[in-house]
């Protein structure tokens, strides 16, 4: 039997249109000795059923698993994950030796919420962001194990930074299946070194495959910079694009020892290519070359309502910083990553970045998250990528 939860009366209408998170103060009442990550269910102020997930304490209180009366257990898991790999699967996602790094399990997107499994080749690696997630961790390993037997090799499980810090929760990193996976994966026929073991996130930035390819077809014969390169992405992929020659720039030695070995690995001996360990805006402020592309891709800004103001202003004070330095008909991939920001505040941020640098600007694309990090209808904060490709006059 699991403990209840009650909701104050009128607080029930964003469970009804299946948004999956349930914030403290909608909360009503409680049993008692309800504890962190505990499976509970959800009714109204009058007793009807809502739905059923994991608790937490803090803001969002109830992760919500299903909206159907339905134990939450390793057939729910099972059936979940294989919904998203069967989806993988359509998208084109899983063909052997042109692409073995993927999103199988994003989060909300595809009704897990707080669990991210991304691939890189036979290797799963597991990030929980709630304690309900952790103590799943085994049994989501288990399954992963049932539904590819003859693709995985390894699981790793990457939580130390991702779960609140909670007494009695020791969210330890480790393989789970497995032990020292080779690192090298394919992205679109491209090879990288992954770092899930240290790197950000699970070790690689899946969600910007698309977007690089699309850089891939602006970079031939130019000049192109990559800001917070981190392991080098859009750099191979502006390489691959004959690019005329590609600096790299990270405040991070490690993230620019992995981009060069990242580039060593696809173009040997490769020339065209320059790193630099080096802070974003002093860079920016005396670049040594007159660059035709430019891409800013920051980490979060803002990761909660709170901070919104100032990353705000810390886009427009970076991305005025890039405009006023390049060329006439240069091109900006510029982006944020920070869930709290909308696209229209974003975009409100560039566009004053463009009049504090006194460029005209125009729109090229629109960007976002690719299809394997799906934004459920009834969760929009799950599209959290933004970005923007400008042509700067």
Not at 57 to 86: N, W
Not at 195 to 200: A, F, I, M, R, V
Not at 289 to 303: G, N, S
Request: contains cysteine; charged residues 25%; glycine residues 8%.
């Amino acid at each position: 039997m699991y403990k209840k939860i009650f909701l104050h009366r009128g607080k029930d209408a964003s469970v009804r249109r299946y948004h999956p998170w349930i914030f403290s103060g909608a909360i009503s009442r409680m049993d008692k000795g309800i504890d962190e990550g505990d499976n509970v269910e959800v009714y109204d102020a009058e007793g009807e059923f809502l739905a059923v997930g994991h608790y937490q304490r803090g803001s969002i209180a109830v992760r919500i698993l299903s909206f159907e009366h339905v134990p939450l257990d390793g057939a729910l898991l099972s059936q979940k994950i294989g919904r998203a790999l069967a989806m993988r699967r359509e998208l084109g996602l899983m063909r052997d030796g042109e692409n073995t790094i993927f999103r199988l399990v994003h989060g909300e997107g595809d009704g897990l919420p707080a669990l991210i499994i991304d691939m890189y080749g036979p290797t799963a690696v597991i990030q929980a962001h709630s304690v309900g997630m952790h103590r799943w961790r085994h049994e989501i390993a288990q399954v992963l194990m049932e539904l590819m037997p003859d693709r995985l090799a390894s699981i790793y499980y990457k939580s130390d930074q991702t779960l609140p810090v909670r007494e009695g929760v020791e969210p330890e990193s480790g393989y789970l299946l497995g032990s020292d996976a080779d690192d090298v994966a394919m992205e679109n026929g491209l090879a990288f070194h992954i770092d899930w073991l240290k790197g950000q996130k699970t070790g690689f930035f899946i969600d910007q495959r698309d977007n690089r390819r699309l850089l891939e077809q602006y970079a031939h014969g130019r000049k192109v910079l990559n800001m917070f390169c981190y392991t080098g992405g859009f750099s191979v992929y502006a390489l691959r694009g004959d690019a005329r020659l590609v600096h790299s720039v990270d405040s991070s030695a490690r993230a620019i020892a992995t981009t060069d070995a990242n580039v060593a690995l696809n173009f040997p001996d490769c020339t065209r290519h320059r790193s630099y360990v080096s802070d974003a805006f002093r860079f920016l402020g005396h670049m040594p070359e007159d660059y035709d592309v430019v891409i800013l891709d920051p980490p979060a800004f803002a990761k909660h309502r709170d901070a919104i103001h100032n990353a705000m202003k810390g886009y427009a004070r970076l991305n005025a910083a890039a405009m006023s330095q390049m060329k006439s008909g240069g091109i900006l991939f510029t982006f944020s990553c920070s869930q709290a920001i909308t696209a229209d505040q974003f975009r409100t941020a560039v566009f004053t970045a463009a009049a504090r640098a006194h460029r005209f600007v125009k729109v090229l694309h629109q960007l976002h998250q690719p299809a394997d990090h799906p934004v459920s209808i009834y969760h929009p904060e799950g599209e959290y990528l933004k970005g923007l490709v400008l042509y700067v006059e």
